[in-house]
C-alpha cells in the first residue's frame, strides 16, 4: 500500500493534543443560546473565503443575500460559483470523506456549469502556475485514478490521528491536481469533511477562513512540502493554523450575562490593551467592544455581517462604526463594496 512520505515531529505531536484540548471548548461555545446564528456566520465566512481564494469578488454581505435568495448583481459565474458553493456544503452529512466516488459527486456539485467536466478527474495535463512561472506540474491524467484510489486506501486504512491525516489528504490531494479545475476549493472542502467526521463542530468552523487570511503562507507551506518531499511542513502550517482559528473562533456570546460581559472585556484588553479606550477619549460599551473584536478578525466584515453575529441591528452597528470613524479609531480602505476596515492604534 503506498503510504505519502511524512514524519511525525514533536510539534506535530503538541499541537495534536492542543486542538484535541480546544474542540470541546469550541464546541460548547456552538451549544449557546447564538449558536445557530453562529453556525449560519461560519457558512458564510466560508463560503466566501473558500471562493475569494479563487478569485471570485463577492463581499460576504453579497454571499449573505445569495443564501437567503435575494437578488445580487455580479457576473454570472461568480453567482454560480457561490450557489454551487450552497449546494455543495448542504450535502456536508451525507458526504462519506473516504470515498472517491463522493468526492467526484460533491467536485459535479461545486464546479455545475462552470467546467464541462465537473464531477470526473481531468483528461489533460495541468500545471501550477506563479508570478516566477510554472510552480509544481501534476503527474499525467492518466496516473489521476490510481493515485486517488491510493491515496483514499491510504486514508481508509492507516492508524495516524485524523487530525494528520486531513492534513496529509489535503496536501496530497493538491499535489495529484485530479481535476481540471476547482482543485483548491475541493480540497479545502475535504479537509474540512475528514475533520468533521472526527468532532462535528468542524462543519460549522471557518476553516477556509483561515486559510484566506494566510494564503501566502499557505503556498509557501505547500511548496516547502514539494521541495522537500514530505508534507511535514505542510502538517505542521495546517494544525498550528487550525489551534489558532480554533482558540479564535470560540467567539463572543450574543446574550450576554455577568460572566461573558468579563469574558468580552478580558478578550479586548488582550488584543487592544488596558488603555486603548483612554487613547481615544471614549469609553466603550460591551458591544462596541464587541464589533471592533470582529473588525479586528476580520476587516472583509460588514455592517450586516456584524449586526448577525452580535444580535444587534444593523443600523446600531453602522451608528457605531460611524462613531468609531469620527474619533478616527477605524478607516476604510478601498470601497464599500470590495474594501476593507483598518483599526488606527495611537
Same mark, same amino acid.
Request: aromatic share 10%.
Given at each position: ?31 449557546? %443560546? ?58 456536508? %452529512? ?85 481535476? %481540471? ?26 476553516? $477556509? ?26 502538517? $505542521?502550517?495546517?494544525?498550528? $493554523? ?26 479586548? $484588553? ?42 444587534? %441591528? ?33
Amino acid at each position: 500500500m503506498y503510504t505519502p512520505p511524512f514524519t511525525i515531529t514533536s510539534k506535530i505531536l503538541n499541537l495534536v493534543a492542543e486542538i484535541s484540548a480546544q474542540i470541546e471548548r469550541y464546541a460548547i461555545r456552538l451549544e449557546q %443560546s447564538d449558536g445557530l446564528r453562529l453556525r449560519k456566520a461560519n457558512r458564510i465566512k466560508t463560503i466566501h473565503s473558500s471562493l475569494a481564494i479563487e478569485g471570485n469578488t463577492l463581499s460576504e454581505e453579497e454571499v449573505h443575500d445569495i443564501i437567503d435568495g435575494k437578488n445580487v448583481v455580479a457576473p454570472i459565474k461568480q453567482i454560480q460559483e457561490v450557489k454551487n458553493a450552497i449546494d455543495t456544503y448542504e450535502l456536508y %452529512s451525507e458526504l462519506n470523506p473516504f470515498d472517491v466516488k463522493d468526492l467526484l459527486r460533491a467536485h459535479g456539485v461545486m464546479m455545475k456549469a462552470i467546467v464541462d467536466d465537473a464531477g470526473f478527474f481531468r483528461r489533460g495535463g495541468v500545471g501550477v502556475f506563479g508570478e516566477q512561472g510554472l510552480v509544481h506540474l501534476a503527474p499525467p491524467a492518466d496516473r489521476v485514478p490510481y493515485l486517488m484510489d491510493d491515496l483514499f486506501q491510504w486514508l481508509r486504512t492507516t492508524n495516524d490521528h485524523l487530525l494528520i491525516r486531513s492534513c496529509v489528504f489535503h496536501y496530497e490531494f493538491e499535489f495529484i491536481h485530479p481535476f %481540471s479545475d476547482g482543485n483548491g476549493r475541493t480540497g479545502r472542502l475535504w479537509q474540512s469533511l475528514l475533520l468533521g467526521h472526527l468532532h462535528p463542530l468542524f462543519e460549522h468552523l471557518p476553516v $477556509e477562513n483561515m486559510v484566506y487570511s494566510n494564503q501566502q503562507a499557505y503556498y509557501d507551506a505547500i511548496g516547502k512540502s514539494t521541495h522537500q518531499a514530505t508534507s511535514t511542513p505542510f502538517i $505542521e502550517f495546517m494544525l498550528d $493554523e487550525l489551534l489558532k482559528t480554533l482558540k479564535e473562533h470560540q467567539g463572543t456570546p450574543i446574550m450576554i450575562g455577568k460572566d461573558q460581559r468579563e469574558s468580552v472585556d478580558e478578550e479586548f $484588553e488582550a488584543k487592544f490593551g488596558a488603555e486603548f479606550g483612554v487613547k481615544f477619549g471614549v469609553k466603550f460599551g460591551v458591544n462596541e467592544k464587541r464589533t471592533l473584536l470582529i473588525i479586528s478578525e476580520n476587516p472583509l466584515t460588514t455592517s450586516a455581517l456584524i449586526a448577525s453575529e452580535i444580535g444587534i %441591528s444593523q443600523r446600531a452597528v453602522e451608528k457605531q462604526i460611524k462613531k468609531f470613524r469620527d474619533l478616527g479609531l477605524i478607516h476604510r480602505v478601498g470601497s464599500d463594496k470590495a474594501g476593507h476596515w483598518i483599526i488606527n492604534y495611537k
